[in-house]
């Protein structure tokens, strides 16, 4: 159930940081859709430990495996499997997992992580190492089923890009950079904010009320690790504002075709490309907020659960000084699934 | 579908501003439920217009009609219903509807709504008067469901609590209601921000990855009109700090029982009462983000969609300047429904 | 969540036989659809006690009020509705509730009714009066939701017919008529098999294993009370043949027409239309097995659940003699409506 | 979607005939769940091929590798496996896998077969070798959540046991042996009927209306192939009885405990142990119909959907020539999945 989304376009995520495999399966993929295998391995790289130097260390290959629901194109090269139909379910085989790095702390909770509350829904059976389902290593299969729906949205003319706003505090990337080398070489880390834009979706797409646009990307980014906020438009700047300045008056724009509807746009976009919950024509901008990385290497206050004294907690490990950067993707994915499928369902 | 929210508790709002009437459909509240009727009306009292001067000036009563669902008690009085164990049905009638003040801008898009986003999906079979189905006026049904969730929640020593935080900018009361009548006066509106603070919530509430804590009240609170944020704990203020300030170290917090985990709490709660999409006992703490009220009084630049032709369109009618202001009981309330949908979900 | 059904045309139904009103709320229905209120009313009209002699006595107008999601076609008399995009709810109030009737069973649960069930399930809190949430009365609402969905398939060229076939062990029209009299003149009463047939469905609808032709509209049609069986195309005989005797083979078709695939349909038609769970394109054929009614007027045993007495029961009011013969348009409503579903879906 | 049935314990099946493995991920295992492999493994090998002689020849191991969502448990040995709370995916790789065996009839449907509708549906991207996602060896993955969920029943006091009740006519065991065995060496098949009994459900299981005991038991069973009609009680022979014959009064039996109501039964149990859709506590009794396998030998009829013309097809391959017999734990599987759901609904 929970780690299911969607209506039409529907995945579900599986797996933990050490289990012997993660994984996904994706219900709704068109027969006879070209799933770019190159294209999607690019995307995934994107986040992978171990490229970025500024991002963690663990190596993790992350090429997943098709098992169900496509055929590989023998003529094209094992590039393109076209789905059949039927659910595809990739999966991922964990290779470097290193489940001794995380025994001292299974029953002293990492403070900002997932573990105490994991302790009291799950009880002793809870697969700690890695934090479990809660690892970001997660955000890979969610990239699979988002990187798929990013191609298939491609073929729309609809394009989702992310980036990197605001890290540390800092928004030029040479600050940026510098601020991430500077909590890394202190055993910390720092927090960012990722902004995302979508082109091309026409008006109209989205659901009412608890399905709109908001809703349903919320829902999803939400399943990020380290998410903990998410704004649309001018969002809380916005709130700031008067109605005056924060309305967008609509104009004609340029262009031709006899449907007026479809050229009405406007100048500004504190509206964020969604009216109502529902895409004006817009582009569609939001923003995530992650909190900094919550394992770092210095001190911190916890407590033994087991007999109730303060304990001080020294995490042992390799540790992402900057969540963040490396979910910008997941982002993207994330996105890309939620606005897929609603242009499933308008079409329904 | 995009109308109904929730999996064992579970509603459906219907209606739009003019129909004749509008409603709510709850089903999942247990038989022998005692459902309050005079509490929910001072609950839905708090956003009913007319009764606060800053607010809009429509006269509804609001006063919801059980027609489903509920055994009166007679020995009560009629004050209190008891939930047979079928669906709950309450509807309102509209009264004070007058379609006269929308006829022109039928086909005249108004800045910061969704009419151009409807007139695109729906197209002239929309119901337009007063916004049709995207009314402010629907948080009424929705505060109808979570309003009887929160009496389901309070049972079980549960607590929400919401109220503006930034109104207009501003953070000190006085100040908060100059810039709203400052604006009024004006003929123009102004945003807000509204805190909402859950207590009393055990560790363990919510479900992993799609299904947890913020996921599933930013999938409820987006539900809201005006509604283009929603930050978690630090929110967007801890993506700016360090893992060694914005994380909130484990103590022990005072008191009896053999339960440790239970008394494991935090002293700061950057976190927000979530961790990982689960609760960890401390309390949930989130705030939403409210565009000022589109609808203005100024002039605003907008296009004729049959003719293409650029229009000056000057509103009239009765607008409320600060939809934070009067929204604070729906945000009460979709944190409410959500919630206590996470709460019977742990049960299952 | 149990009282509704569909993805994209979903509807919840609500009420119980002498709550003030029942009704239901369809979400889905395409925004500028037309419903014609006269048409619906006949068909509902094909259900309502007092009609047919052959069946119960209870006087109920069941005309729907529509209350939100429509605007009503002035130009075209008061007959034709238009759906706006948005929810529509349409309520029945409950005239003719004679809740006397009922009072001496609540403690003594009536022998093939709901009531020990809904005892051991609600408790005290359960309305028990007419059988509450159980009762025949609430194929009402599945009626209009499945009444929409019948002109809303007949837009697409596909028509769904059912008809009983078997009365009391009697195939034979007059000899079926002669079984429900004598039951009724015996106070007792008679089961049925209903059969339907739907034209016009082209090849491929249908979701495979869960959300299938068979899954979906099984999962409607048990939704009326009574109906203890369901079986497609040869069913349950078919169990009994050979393989050489049960296939279909596969024929082209007279016709024009370039697509081939679409000229493909068999002579013979034990599939029922269903293949895999996916529609073939030959007409789909089901019958429901509606047992007799349990309500009779003859004595039975049963137990006061307070005491643990055996109590002989005698039944007071008005009983229908045959619930097969008035479920005939629920069974047309529920294939309508479940059917509906998976044409959308398939658009998706 | 449609490849994915429940609520709390849900579950999501993949894969097709030919694919490199099918599969399952199942939410909803309670964290500490034991899973038992090798009782497990005992109830996949009661539906594998080769085992017995009078199903079909192809040789599958079946063993499923539990890839996410357990820890094993190594004082146990590898037997036990205990679900960590995380989603469980077990994975079966497809060894004897012989595509050339179905090559010819790409563009010739088989005769009962879901073919040609596949052929509407999915064009030429469709997997056709062996069925596809239609194949019977979908029932494995389906047996792996239904063998998971009737481990989890029977701690509750709940079994379910189904038979064969009819084979080819027959209901004498020798009788149901030698029709199969005429059938195939005809190279012909036979259908058959399986009865499916549940006890040790208290009264008052199951969701009124859609997701009551029958719709949801019928909408798990009616996604076993093969399955064409589902009856509760005394179902479609019932349809033929009075009420006075057919209801089965209700009688205080033997037993202490206070609980009065929980002690009523019925000493006939026409109603099948479902009462308006909810449980009476009488055993839960159901047939499922199967169709004789559309695979046979003996040639048939068909269309080439390239010219149109006639074609005889004549199979090649391994069939079974019964698969009512190979399907029975599916029957199980199915029933245990569904109510256990129910189970878990009531808790909520």
Chains 1, 2, 3, 4 share one sequence.
């Not at 906020?229 to 709130?239: K, R, T």
């Not at 000084?321 to 979910?327: D, I, K, M, W």
Request: charged content about 25%; some cysteine.
């Amino acid at each position: 159930m929970s780690n299911s989304i969607g209506t039409v376009y529907r995945f579900t995520v599986w797996g933990q940081s050490h289990s012997p495999a993660i994984g996904v399966t994706v219900e709704g993929i068109p027969a006879g859709t070209q799933i770019d295998t190159a294209l999607l391995q690019e995307f995934l790289d994107r986040r992978k430990p171990g490229g970025d130097p500024l991002t963690t260390a663990r190596k993790e290959e992350d090429e997943p495996e098709f098992i169900a629901g496509v055929i590989r194109d023998d003529a094209g090269g094992s590039r393109i499997l076209t789905a059949c139909g039927a659910p595809v379910t990739a999966v991922i085989r964990n290779l470097d997992a290193r489940s001794g790095d995380y025994e001292g702390s299974r029953y002293i909770p990492r403070p900002g992580h997932a573990d105490l509350a994991a302790m009291a829904k799950y009880g002793d059976a809870r697969d700690h190492a890695g934090g479990g389902q809660f690892s970001g290593r997660m955000t890979a299969p969610l990239c699979i089923a988002g990187g798929i729906a990013l191609q298939l949205l491609e073929r729309l003319g609809i394009v989702i890009a992310a980036r990197p706003v605001r890290i540390g505090g800092k928004t030029e990337p040479d600050r940026m950079r510098q601020a991430v080398e500077a909590a890394k070489a202190e055993g910390d880390s720092v927090g960012g904010i990722v902004e995302c834009v979508i082109d091309g979706v026409p008006a109209g797409v989205g659901e009412p009320m608890f399905d709109g646009l908001e809703n349903r990307i919320a829902q999803a980014v939400f399943g990020i690790p380290a998410v903990k906020g998410i704004e649309f438009g001018s969002g809380f700047a916005g709130a700031q504002l008067r109605g005056s300045e924060n309305n967008d008056p609509f104009v004609l724009l340029p262009g031709q075709g006899t449907d007026i509807t479809a050229r009405v746009g406007t100048d500004t976009n504190n509206h964020g490309g969604s009216l109502g919950g529902l895409s004006s024509g817009m582009p569609i901008v939001f923003r995530a907020a992650f909190k900094p990385t919550p394992s770092i290497a210095k001190e911190q206050d916890s407590v033994d659960i087991r007999t109730g004294e303060k304990v001080r907690l020294s995490l042992k490990g390799r540790f992402d000084p900057c969540v963040a950067l490396r979910a910008v993707p997941a982002v993207e994915a994330a996105a890309a699934a939620a606005l897929y499928d609603l242009i499933r369902l308008r079409e329904a």
